[in-house]
């Protein structure tokens, strides 16, 4: 009977030693925000022991709560995004909200397989990798980090972000809103969060840092060969310079109403916007005819496009980034032209050594290249995406000009015959991404790229037939 009331002790010891913690876990980080790397990361291991003890219908709860802070705060945080950054349109990221809050996948996206045979039976789990770092860009504060916490959340995992740093107030305020509503569902208290005041030197921690198993780099090309060279498991989402090819059997007026809007959706800032038109001669004029006639299309003759190229990209030879993401309106104003609010893209046409055509420029400023036919259109379009693999686009009622072009460009996104957002869900079938991992292919991620497989084999008839 001593024993007895020994283990009793024991036990309740044990259960009052976890209450007591888990209470001063919750008072000590409320808001997912913490002094230091350490504190971080610290917090996210418990939590993440603590969500895999947990059932997957609380895993759901927990998506679903952080889908739905998103939405009801998505205006506060669409303006704040723009104000903080100056890049993008208030306009677009409430859509790029919306998408990320309704179409990234949750726990379904990690349900797991069963074959069962002669030899007996095995089950295929996706399992969590525990512990990851994100490195989110100024870009798109608000949309990747809903993007990572739901499919981190849901294969889970804990994450500690580190936001850019001139994105710090917006990133940390959509970080702050979803810890909230992951506790209040039910979920543990750490499990996403970020340092108050992320710098490169506290992203140079979480790389470094022995307790974080995975990271995710979002963003430049620099950030992603910075954690590829990390020797942990990494995630690399890097720049693209999309190009569309319009051949001479596409729908012209349709395409150039997918062009425009692609390319100006939140002022070009996406990875996977258009930043350069390829165009068979034969149907050329009749493509910037038609873009013009959208209303959303300002035509900039060549002595204004020197201009503009001048003040854009800078005499080393790179784009100016006081110009990134920032309104047409604003861009050609500095050359002295004022346009009305209904336009969102400027377009002129280009040699195919212009800057602009091998940039990534991240503007609403659209070079268009013209060729003498689709194969020439087909080798030039390789040749400026630059082997980023990441999207490229095509206009057309060809399927073998599509069919060549897809198999000669090779990346991660093909769109044929529609703007350039419909490869991420926004009006195209297909979940979202805003982690798109062209240089370690794991593609558009979801909650099964953060996971890692396990097996398990019974070597005996499991079958009842």
């Keep these: 009977m001593a024993v007895n009331q020994k283990i009793i002790a024991e036990l309740v010891r044990r259960v009052l030693e976890e209450l007591t913690e888990e209470k001063g876990l919750r008072s000590e980080n409320s808001s997912g925000l913490h002094h230091s790397v350490e504190e971080a990361v610290e917090h996210a291991v418990k939590a993440q022991k603590r969500l895999i003890a947990m059932s997957l219908d609380s895993r759901a709860k927990m998506i679903a709560a952080i889908r739905q802070a998103s939405l009801d705060n998505n205006e506060e945080l669409s303006a704040l995004a723009v104000r903080e950054t100056g890049l993008g349109r208030y306009e677009d990221k409430i859509n790029e909200n919306i998408l990320c809050a309704t179409k990234t996948p949750g726990t379904e996206d990690i349900q797991p397989a069963a074959l069962s045979g002669d030899h007996g039976l095995m089950l295929l789990e996706y399992a969590p990798v525990g512990v990851i770092g994100a490195l989110t860009p100024i870009t798109n504060p608000t949309g990747t980090i809903i993007n990572n916490s739901i499919s981190m959340v849901a294969s889970g995992n804990a994450v500690v972000f580190n936001p850019h740093p001139n994105a710090r107030k917006t990133s940390t305020r959509m970080i702050r809103l979803l810890h909230e509503a992951i506790v209040d569902a039910g979920g543990p208290s750490g499990l996403i969060g970020a340092v108050r005041e992320p710098t490169l030197d506290t992203a140079k921690q979480i790389i470094e840092h022995s307790r974080i198993n995975m990271l995710v780099a979002t963003g430049g090309r620099q950030v992603v060969d910075v954690v590829l060279r990390s020797g942990k498991k990494a995630i690399g989402a890097g720049a693209g310079n999309p190009p569309v090819l319009v051949d001479e059997t596409a729908q012209i007026r349709k395409a150039a109403h997918c062009i425009v809007d692609g390319a100006s959706i939140n002022n070009n800032i996406f990875c996977t916007s258009e930043k350069e038109v390829i165009v068979v001669d034969e149907v050329a004029n009749s493509l910037i005819k038609f873009m013009q006639e959208t209303g959303k299309a300002y035509l900039i003759n060549p002595e204004d496009a020197e201009k503009v190229?001048?003040?854009?990209?800078?005499?080393?030879?790179?784009?100016?980034?006081?110009?990134?993401?920032?309104?047409?309106?604003?861009?050609?104003?500095?050359?002295?032209?004022?346009?009305?609010?209904?336009?969102?893209l400027g377009i002129f046409k280009a040699h195919k050594d212009h800057p602009l055509v091998w940039l990534e420029q991240?503007?609403?400023?659209?070079?268009?290249?013209?060729?003498?036919?689709?194969?020439?259109?087909?080798?030039?379009?390789?040749?400026?995406?630059?082997?980023?693999?990441?999207?490229?686009?095509?206009?057309?009622?060809?399927?073998?000009?599509?069919?060549?072009?897809?198999?000669?460009?090779?990346?991660?996104?093909?769109?044929?015959?529609g703007p350039s957002y419909a490869g991420i869900g926004l009006g195209g079938e297909g979940h979202t991404a805003f982690t798109i991992a062209g240089p370690t292919g794991e593609g558009l991620t979801s909650a099964r790229t953060f996971t890692r497989q396990r097996r398990c084999t019974l070597v005996e008839s499991f079958r009842i037939i």
């Design 362 to 417: 991240m503007m609403p400023i659209m070079p268009i290249v013209r060729v003498k036919d689709v194969k020439e259109g087909i080798r030039l379009a390789v040749e400026v995406e630059q082997g980023y693999r990441h999207t490229a686009l095509m206009h057309s009622t060809n399927v073998e000009h599509m069919t060549a072009f897809a198999r000669a460009v090779q990346t991660t996104i093909f769109v044929k015959n």
């Design 309 to 344: 190229t001048a003040l854009v990209v800078t005499p080393e030879g790179k784009i100016n980034p006081s110009y990134i993401g920032k309104n047409v309106q604003v861009i050609l104003r500095e050359i002295g032209i004022e346009l009305g609010e209904e336009y969102r």
